[in-house]
């Protein structure tokens, strides 16, 4: 079955620092990856999205992650975090010809001054 | 000018009692979603309908049932609400499949006292 998971439940860095979110996924076939945010209080908003090509996929706000099909991961990078990056962060997986979307636990980020 | 709606945003109710969420998208999208995001943030899928016709439901008790009247419009009714409904309730809606990004709506805090 799908799965994906999220290791790191919280993270924090201070302004300025380079982050990265993990993520890893349980799939068979080439899956569909994306990563969402979720701010307090709003619905989930698209970062980026992986369905094939370039293994290095550039989002919104100055992110960017790397599908590694041997590691079966698509770990979410920023070089620079911004004080307005805190946020809940999650990674989905799902597959052409399906209506769901599986997500991870999510990865709450604090940002400090 | 919102692509996906929902309404209300905030729903306080007692036990036993029925309400309905209503979700709209003016995006002229084909598949339209609901999923639950409990207390520790998980999100879960509910339902998922593709042309108005349910594609997915994901062993949700009987007490919820969707309604998707036409394309743009995807409601959900609960019956006799239980303390554990607690919850925040996202629609969502797709292109085609989950091949493409969701869009989510804002969300629905459901609160059972």
């Known amino acids: 079955a799908q799965s994906v998971t999220q290791p790191d439940i919280h993270i924090t860095v201070s302004e300025g620092a380079s982050l990265e979110l993990r993520c890893n996924y349980s799939y068979g076939a080439t899956p569909y990856l994306f990563w969402y945010v979720q701010s307090p209080g709003q619905g989930l908003q698209l970062l980026l999205k992986?369905?094939?090509?370039?293994?290095l996929v550039q989002g919104i706000k100055g992110f960017e992650a790397e599908f590694k099909r041997s590691q079966s991961s698509f770990n979410l990078r920023k070089p620079s975090v911004h004080w307005s990056d805190a946020a809940e962060y999650f990674c989905?997986?799902?597959?052409?010809?399906?209506?769901?979307?599986?997500f991870g636990t999510g990865t709450r980020l604090k940002v400090l001054a | 000018d919102t692509a996906v709606s929902q309404t209300p945003k905030y729903l306080v109710t007692q036990m036993g009692n029925d309400k309905s969420i209503k979700c709209e998208q003016n995006?002229?999208?084909?598949?339209m979603y609901w999923y639950k995001q409990d207390s520790k943030k998980f999100l879960k899928i509910m339902f998922s309908y593709n042309n108005k016709e349910l594609i997915i439901n994901e062993t949700v008790p009987n007490r919820f049932s969707p309604k998707s009247p036409d394309k743009a419009h995807l409601n959900l009714h609960i019956n006799s609400l239980e303390l554990g409904d607690s919850a925040v309730y996202f629609c969502a809606s797709s292109l085609t499949d989950s091949k493409d990004e969701a869009f989510f709506g804002q969300g629905t805090r459901l609160t059972v006292v």
């Open positions: 989905a997986v799902a597959e052409t010809g399906t209506y769901k979307y599986i």
């Open positions: 995006l002229g999208h084909d598949t």
């Open positions: 992986y369905f094939s090509g370039d293994t």
